[in-house]
């Protein structure tokens, strides 16, 4: 395969199809006279670039909280019963007490 330089517009046009292809990578390069490494070098390049860029933002919508409740039973037959994250908070207390 000869050594040849590529341009970004015409790189990522390649990318572009590759991208709607249902060849394979290899199949792609051959048939394009490209070396898999080139093409790779590109394609990691056009996703990277495909990412948001630094200082735009992004709406986050947190996942909605769920308790679960849970119950404890210690070894002296002792039952502790209540929501996993307010159950979590009693248990360590009881825990450093007992220290």
């Known amino acids: 395969m ?3 330089f590529y341009n970004k517009t015409e790189m ?3 990318v572009d199809k590759y991208l709607s292809r249902t060849s394979t990578l290899k199949d792609f390069c051959e048939e394009n006279s490209i070396s898999k490494s080139t093409f790779g070098y590109w394609l990691c390049k056009y996703n990277r670039e495909q990412k948001v860029k630094p200082g735009k933002f992004l709406r986050v919508s947190p996942a909605p909280f769920q308790t679960t409740d849970v119950t404890v ?3 002296n037959g002792i039952r502790i019963s209540g929501a996993g994250n ?14």
Request: proline share 4%; aromatic share 8%.
């Open 12 to 14: 990522y046009l390649l």
């Open 73 to 75: 039973i210690l070894p």
């Open 2 to 4: 000869a050594r040849r």
């Open 86 to 99: 307010v159950l979590t908070s009693t248990v360590a207390d009881i825990y450093r007490n007992t220290l």
